[in-house]
């Protein structure tokens, strides 16, 4: 699994850098969300899952 966050709707709330730390890091000087690995390791796809779900605005993008 892959995932990125379109910058067009991200509203930078880090919400998904709450659900899932070890896939999303939060940018302080922008104040966005970050995809900080290039593949979902499969023991955190299912936060990964959730963490686009709560986004509200759906800036995440889960690539299967």
């Given at each position: 699994?892959?995932?990125?966050?379109?910058?067009?709707?991200?509203?930078?709330?880090?919400?998904?850098?709450?659900v899932?730390?070890?896939?999303?890091?939060?940018?302080?000087?922008?104040?966005?969300?970050?995809?900080?690995?290039?593949?979902?390791?499969?023991?955190?796809?299912?936060?990964?899952?959730?963490?686009?779900?709560?986004?509200?605005?759906?800036?995440?993008?889960?690539?299967?």
């Amino acid at each position: 699994m892959k995932v990125q966050i379109d910058y067009d709707l991200c509203m930078g709330d880090g919400n998904c850098n709450k659900v899932c730390p070890e896939v999303f890091a939060y940018d302080d000087d922008q104040l966005i969300g970050r995809v900080i690995v290039d593949e979902v390791p499969p023991e955190l796809e299912d936060r990964v899952r959730r963490a686009a779900e709560e986004c509200a605005p759906g800036a995440i993008v889960i690539k299967e």
